[in-house]
């Protein structure tokens, strides 16, 4: 063979692994990745999965409340979308019963991202780079399916288990949180009664309890009701995990409680906040009479919470 033959014939295999390589090595969850942090699935293409669910903040969102197109106020408060595998039900009402169900919701909310799913889908059909990674990844066009397959299996990777109190509990590091934090703990699990509704590996049940967040006048939102029209989920929304929970300020449904200071000064007497409360839980009635310190020792097992890799996720 002429040597130039045998440079083009080199050059030109190279091209075809490159582009067999560059194809065959993105992921389902490398591709959702993308797509969580692109702006092309809202209608203005200004708003991404990610300017709510903020890396930086858990996934999580500093607003009580969600804004999304067009300055848009929503009703509630941007969750976490981190450590959601054990999760059954979404939404703080549950409405959304999988991942994958509940990925698509965001893209046609008018209040979030605005954009019927069949635009979303003709967009990114229309787009080379997205068509190509959708044929490399599911073997065919953006469609529903994918779209959603793509989005919730980026979700499944955000799992963290590497705080300071996993470090002292599951790999026996006695030094791993401070004094405070271990008292605090066993304050959760005891007098201050959280370990009841809190628990498991994510400290939440996966359950939907009333803390006392609604009275039908100005805490309005009534929960879980609206799903299963059942009277006793009036006022019920779903436990939150407790990982990262330093991070995701303001907390619950209505993000009405700015600190996690203001957390524990809520539980301590949600009879102060809440006295008008409807269908308040019966583990919410009594006042725990914490005592300044005890407050300081449950707020360091709080923090105590946070994943150190966690600004690995951080994109
Ligand atoms: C405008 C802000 C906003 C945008 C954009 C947004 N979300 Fe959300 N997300 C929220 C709010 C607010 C909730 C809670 C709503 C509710 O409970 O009714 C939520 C809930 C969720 C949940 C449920 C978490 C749980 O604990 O049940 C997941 C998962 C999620 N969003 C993923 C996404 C994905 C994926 C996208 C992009 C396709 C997205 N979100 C876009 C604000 C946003
Ligand atoms: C009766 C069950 C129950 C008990 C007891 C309980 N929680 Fe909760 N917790 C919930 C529910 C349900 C929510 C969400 C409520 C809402 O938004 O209306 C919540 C929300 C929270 C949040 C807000 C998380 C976020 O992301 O917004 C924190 C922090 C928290 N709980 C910590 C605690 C601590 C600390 C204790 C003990 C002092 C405790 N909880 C006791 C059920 C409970």
Redesign the pocket.
């Known amino acids: 063979m002429k040597k130039i033959t045998i440079v083009f014939t080199i050059v030109f295999l190279a091209f075809i692994v490159a582009s067999f390589v560059s194809k065959s090595t993105i992921t389902k969850e490398e591709l959702g990745q993308q797509l969580f942090f692109d702006p092309i699935l809202s209608r203005d293409s200004t708003i991404s999965c990610a300017s709510c669910h903020k890396p930086e903040f858990a996934f999580?969102d500093t607003s009580a409340v969600s804004i999304g197109h067009g300055g848009a106020r929503g009703k509630r408060?941007t969750?976490?979308s981190m450590n959601l595998i054990l999760h059954e039900n979404f939404f703080?009402d549950g409405r959304a019963k999988g991942l994958e169900e509940q990925a698509l919701i965001p893209i046609e909310n008018p209040v979030e991202m605005n954009l019927p799913i069949e635009e979303a889908l003709e967009r990114l059909n229309r787009n080379s780079k997205y068509n190509g990674r959708f044929k490399a990844v599911f073997n065919k066009r953006p469609d529903r399916a994918s779209l959603a397959a793509a989005l919730a299996a980026f979700e499944r990777t955000l799992e963290t288990s590497n705080s300071s109190f996993d470090e002292w509990k599951f790999s026996d590091d006695p030094a791993a949180i401070s004094d405070r934090a271990k008292r605090g703990f066993h304050?959760?699990n005891t007098k201050?009664?959280?370990?009841?509704?809190?628990f498991g590996a994510d400290?939440?049940?996966n359950?939907?309890?009333?803390?006392?967040?609604?009275n039908g006048k100005n805490l309005n939102?009534s929960?879980r009701i609206v799903v299963t029209g059942k009277a006793e989920d009036l006022?019920?929304?779903?436990?939150?995990?407790?990982r990262n929970?330093a991070l995701?300020?303001?907390?619950?449904?209505?993000?009405?409680?700015p600190t996690?200071k203001d957390?524990?000064e809520f539980?301590?007497d949600p009879g102060k906040l809440a006295s008008q409360s409807i269908n308040r839980?019966?583990?919410?009635i009594k006042p725990?009479q914490?005592t300044e310190q005890e407050k300081d020792d449950?707020l360091a097992?709080?923090n105590s919470l946070t994943d150190k890799r966690f600004l690995v996720h951080n994109k």
């Open positions: 999580a408060n969750p976490s703080w304050l959760f201050a009664n959280c370990v009841k509704c809190h400290l939440t049940a359950e939907f309890r009333n803390i006392g967040l609604f939102d929960g006022g019920r929304f779903k436990t939150p995990s407790l929970v995701t300020a303001p907390y619950m449904h209505n993000g009405i409680l996690l957390v524990i539980y301590n839980d019966s583990l919410m725990l914490l449950l097992f709080l």
